[in-house]
Every structure is written in C-alpha cells, then in structure tokens.
C-alpha cells in the first residue's frame, strides 16, 4: 500500500462549488503540505503544517483552506472553485527526525473547474 | 523570499551524449534537493545535498551543490531514453519554516534515439 494516498484521484467540477481534496499517510510523519504543480511554473506552496495544531500559509493560499484532521490527514478545500484552480495538487509529508528531512510526495488529484 | 530558478526548461537529447542542468538559488540554504518526475506521475526523491562540496551519483545522474556560490547541478552521462522526465530541484528553507521546500521551475528532459 502506498504511504501517501490522496482522494480523490481526478475531480472535475463547476465554477463556484465546494471541494475538498484529502491526503492520507501511514508514514507517521508529522509535517503535511499540500502543493499545486501548474506547467512551467513548478511546485507552488498552498499550505503547510508541521503538527496538528501547527497550520501555515503558503505563497499561494488564496482561495484555498486546509484542516489537519490529525497527524495523518490532511484536507485542502477550494471553498468556491473558480477555473484558474485547474492543477495537479499533491500532498507531501516529511519528518523532523530525520536530518534529510525528504519529502515524500502522494500520487496527486487532477483537478479540473469548468 | 527565496527563489529558485533552473535551467535550461527544456533539454532535448541525444543517447549518448551527456549534459548538465543548472539550479541556481537565492539565498542561504543548506539543503537541496533533486526530484524526478515521470509524465502523469508523483515525484521521487533522487538526492539529497546537506553540504558544501556534496556530491552524490546513482547510475548515470550526478548531482552536485556549492553552498557559496547557491548552485546546484544535475550531471547527466550517456543519456538513454528512460532518463527522460522532468527533473525538478529544491532549496530547504531556515528558521522557523524549516521543513519548507521551494521548487524550481522543472528541466524536461526528452532523450531521442
């Protein structure tokens, strides 16, 4: 089984709805972070949170919210999605413990707003 | 604010042939990291860098880091097609936000015959 798992897998939706995107991990890491990947522009950090009661803002949370439900969940929600929200997002997770501090990435929601 | 910048963003190559991607950062870090991608996939962790001078190589990538001049390369030797990918680098941040990554733009890489 995968140690990162993200649901839904592919979502297409409507201007204006509610979305919630969640991430899973079963690697006991406490750090969690939600990332959307446009083309040529990389990785772009949403949210992060280092523990459950620890949540920070991104370089591009407008838009956006999270819960960290526990230290295994992590939920990104689009609160009234709009088309510019189209991207690939993923969940990553990493832990303090280990100097490398890697972060190992989830297998990513493609997100389409129409 | 940290930015990280690679290039070139598109590398078409030869089998065979050998070139480098550049990760150039701009402010002190001391850590980076290289990531592969594949089409429609997650990424992969391929290095880590924690020191000045570090170099690390696995088959034909070889990823190096100079902390004093905030460069980083990815050295890639008789390219074959299942290197292509793109290729992202990442700078850890300091501080309180230790933990954080900033992504460069992505190298894609497409290796021809």
């Known amino acids: 089984d995968a140690d990162v798992t993200q649901t839904p897998r592919n979502r297409i939706t409507k201007t204006g709805k509610r979305i919630m995107l969640e991430c899973s991990q079963t690697?006991?890491?406490?750090?969690m972070y939600w990332y959307r990947q446009d083309p040529g522009l990389g990785l772009r950090l949403i949210y992060y949170s280092f523990d459950v009661k620890d949540i920070n803002k991104g370089e591009i949370s407008d838009g956006y919210s999270v819960s960290r439900q526990a230290q295994a969940k992590f939920s990104l929600s689009l609160e009234s999605a709009i088309p510019n929200q189209t991207a690939l997002y993923f969940c990553a997770t990493s832990d303090l413990s280990q100097g490398r501090h890697t972060q190992y990435f989830g297998p990513g929601t493609r997100l389409t707003v129409l | 604010e940290l930015k990280v910048e690679q290039n070139p963003l598109f590398l078409s190559m030869q089998e065979g042939k050998n070139y480098t991607i550049y990760c150039n950062y701009s402010?002190?870090?001391?850590?980076l990291y290289w990531y592969r991608q594949d089409p429609g996939k997650s990424l992969e962790s391929l290095f880590v860098l924690l020191s000045n001078g570090a170099v690390k190589q696995e088959g034909r990538l070889m990823a190096s880091l100079d902390t004093k001049a905030r460069l980083s390369t990815l050295h890639i030797t008789a390219a074959v097609h299942d290197l292509s990918a793109t290729y992202f680098c990442a700078v850890g941040a300091g501080g309180t936000s230790y933990g954080k990554l900033t992504f460069g733009q992505g190298t894609i890489l497409t290796v021809h015959p």
């Open positions: 402010t002190t870090s001391d850590r």
């Open positions: 690697k006991g890491h406490d750090r």
